[in-house]
């Protein structure tokens, strides 16, 4: 994603004695000549639905005026019209938005490190980023400070996700409601759809020590199927956390629509994930990320995977297609991770052999049978011997170590996915409780 930042813009709030914010001046003037926050993004299909966003927008913000607010948001945060939900709230005189709290990859979405807290320059506003490397002996990691909640009415939360459990979107959101409910102050939830659809659920529960990391807030499946909405309320119940949370709801989707046939905007999530396809991929062969490039730092970010250690892309397809695996294409490729979405990530600045993926049935396109095929081969191919050069359980806290024992210990990998399935049904009672859009009539 391109993000132009308004480098000559200096936002002033100017705050009446009633504490509502609003744009004068110089702010004003340049918001009036273009947008605070200019977002590349590009539709997606003709369809109808509305995020809870848009009918916010149709209801011109009155369910929140009157209160002190707060943002947990990012570029990803835009209506229908590809409009920010900052110049849409910052252009509303009767709302009191005071500080923005930002998740991984930062405010702008285009940031792969550690970001700190700083005054973002187009809006005037402070940023509270929970994805720092400054350490606060009073707040776990990536938890909001109590000290920034203060005073706050309600935070409004508006981040896409894209349907796998270890996206850190959906921890940040948990971690806020957790806080907000010792704080006293209300989520606000700005649903969208999940872009992968509502119906897929898939993968392995983690292992119990990594709930409530970052990656692995909840203990589900990878796949979810569900929308951010849901999975607030599924926390609240759960987690039995005890905030006021309202969600705003998506309006116009079922269950079986994937964001191109939303007409809704797409803008890329986090740095790699740059279309929908990836997006589809990305709940199954991420598991084996520490030990394998998704291309990152390429101009197919988990559209290809591979690594140096590969020496016979065929033979690895081949293996891979064996397993059963539908709808999807494979085929060999090579390529060199560069730049600074690489920096840090296997296969840096190394010759890759893998394969490039090519969905061709969403609705058969098992993503998780895809991601467990591969590690099966690596580890069968490189991963055994006194010194292994693919080592299974480095990545057991996205996969989970009873798959990775099944791999050592050389289980079929159609028989991992039964059990696999068996995990899943246990979850779909739990997560049918939350659910809040239906599934299309003529399914």
Request: proline share 6%.
């Amino acid at each position: 994603m391109i993000l132009y930042r308004v480098s000559f813009l200096l936002a002033l709030l100017a705050v009446s004695s009633l504490g509502v914010a609003s744009i004068t001046g110089e702010a004003a003037n340049a918001q009036s000549s273009g947008p605070l926050v200019k977002v590349q993004s590009r539709p997606l299909g003709s369809g109808p639905t509305l995020s809870g966003l848009d009918v916010l927008k149709r209801e011109k913000f009155k369910r929140l005026k009157g209160k002190k607010l707060a943002l947990l948001t990012n570029t990803s945060a835009i209506d229908r019209d590809g409009n920010h939900i900052l110049d849409l709230m910052l252009g509303q005189p009767d709302l009191n938005v005071v500080s923005l709290f930002s998740p991984e990859h930062g405010l702008y979405g285009d940031l792969d490190v550690k970001v700190s807290d700083f005054k973002d320059t187009a809006t005037g506003l402070m940023v509270h980023s929970l994805y720092s490397d400054k350490k606060d002996p009073e707040t776990p990691p990536h938890y909001p400070k109590l000290k920034d909640l203060k005073g706050l009415d309600a935070v409004i939360v508006d981040l896409q996700d894209i349907g796998a459990r270890y996206y850190t979107y959906i921890s940040y959101m948990g971690y806020m409601m957790e806080f907000c409910a010792k704080a006293g102050v209300e989520v606000i939830v700005l649903d969208r759809p999940n872009p992968i659809g509502g119906h897929y659920v898939d993968g392995p529960q983690q292992d119990p020590d990594t709930v409530g990391k970052v990656t692995s807030y909840f203990p589900m499946p990878i796949a979810h199927g569900m929308t951010m909405g849901e999975l607030a309320k599924m926390f609240k119940g759960e987690k039995k956390i005890l905030c006021k949370l309202t969600v705003v709801q998506t309006e116009n989707w079922t269950r079986d629509m994937y964001l191109d046939q939303t007409g809704l905007r797409w803008v890329n999530p986090s740095p790699n994930i740059q279309d929908l396809d990836g997006a589809f991929v990305y709940p199954g062969i991420a598991i084996t990320e520490k030990l394998v490039s998704m291309g990152r730092g390429t101009t197919e970010p988990f559209h290809v995977f591979g690594s140096p250690l590969i020496e016979d892309p065929q033979d690895l397809i081949d293996a891979v297609m064996k397993t059963g695996i539908k709808g999807v294409e494979l085929e060999p490729v090579e390529f060199t991770p560069t730049g600074t979405l690489a920096k840090g990530h296997h296969g840096e600045n190394k010759l890759c052999r893998g394969a490039r993926i090519k969905i061709t049935d969403r609705s058969s396109f098992r993503a998780y049978a895809l991601g467990l095929a591969v590690m099966d081969y690596l580890h069968a191919k490189y991963g055994k011997g006194d010194s292994p050069k693919y080592k299974v359980f480095q990545v057991r806290g996205p996969a989970s170590s009873w798959v990775c024992s099944r791999i050592v210990e050389r289980a079929p990998v159609a028989d991992t996915l039964k059990i696999v399935a068996q995990q899943v049904d246990a979850f779909l009672p739990i997560r049918e409780k939350y659910l809040i859009y239906p599934s299309n009539e003529s399914e």
